[in-house]
């Protein structure tokens, strides 16, 4: 997914200092397109917090109302220095990219592309599952490998039942099961799932800091609240997560990784390290896609969507730095 803010912000990405406590993060509405936005629950990145683990970005979206097709209707866009990671609880969303995938997600299933060094894709909702009802998560590459070349990864898990929980994992690892998409830092990313009146105790990794992305349910997270769309964060030390439905079902997404440890500017849908290289980035963007029509250079062309590219927006008229 895009991000289409007319004025993104900038933002500056490095790892903290994580206490136990757990960091109750509010989202943020944002309209992804022209009138008909989809609106999308943003909790990630916040100024307060920009990463758990690698995890650098995160949407969710739905149950949209609308019967019409094409709630979604993500025009070809770019990407750099990450992956997006696709997740659906409801509806069906076709993938194009410039690596000449096409491919469908659907419940249960996730997407992953890794940008590398440059792709660009289009996300569209299919008329014949609706309503639209998912999150779009992005993970930050580290230095060594936000070069690498571009590729496209498919991946049905199989559900796992601990206790009263049932989880699908996604990325990375968790109770013996493991996602077979690529990772290039320590991470991990499922679905979890409890009956109401239930509780678990997942045995994670140490050194992770984790999140849980509460889809439906009012759940407990080591004994604090975390209301439904929020995000609740833990930092590293704990080898248990204590996590409690309610009164209840409880729908979330748990995401978590070792600190990432450098700091990353993100703007638009570009992730890079300086002011100079996403200015450069964004120029090539314009200049190879835009303007040019040439296709044959970093971002390579995206065949079979119905419509123009996203131009980028006008960088600001200050150079991007960090923020406090």
Known sequence: MSNVERDPAEVVCVAGENPAAVEILEPREVPLGGPRALKVRRTLPQRKRSLVGAWCFVDSYGPTPS???????????????????????AGRIEHRDSVGTLAHITPGQVNLMTAGAGIQHSEVSTADARPLHGVQLWVALPDEHRHVAPFFEHYVPEPVRFGDATLRVFVGELL?????????????????????????RLPIEREFEHGLVVDAGAPTLQGVPVPAARLGVVGTGLSELDIEAGTEPLRALL?????????????????????DEIAALREQWQAEVIHGGTHSGRFGRVDGYDGEPLPAPTLPNVRLRPRD
Not at 67 to 87: C, I, K, Y
Not at 181 to 187: D, N, Q, S
Not at 257 to 274: A, T
Request: hydrophobic share 40%; glycine share 14%; aromatic share 8%.
């Open 67 to 89: 019967l019409a097709p094409r709630t979604m209707d993500t025009p070809p866009h770019p990407h750099t220095g990450l992956q997006t990671v696709s997740w659906l609880y």
């Open 255 to 275: 995401i978590g990784g070792e600190p990432l440890g450098e700091r990353i500017v993100m703007w638009w849908n570009f992730v890079g390290r300086d002011h």
């Open 176 to 200: 013996g099961s493991k996602a077979t998409v690529t990772g290039f830092t320590r991470l991990v990313g499922a679905q979890l799932d409890l009956p109401a009146g239930a509780s678990v």
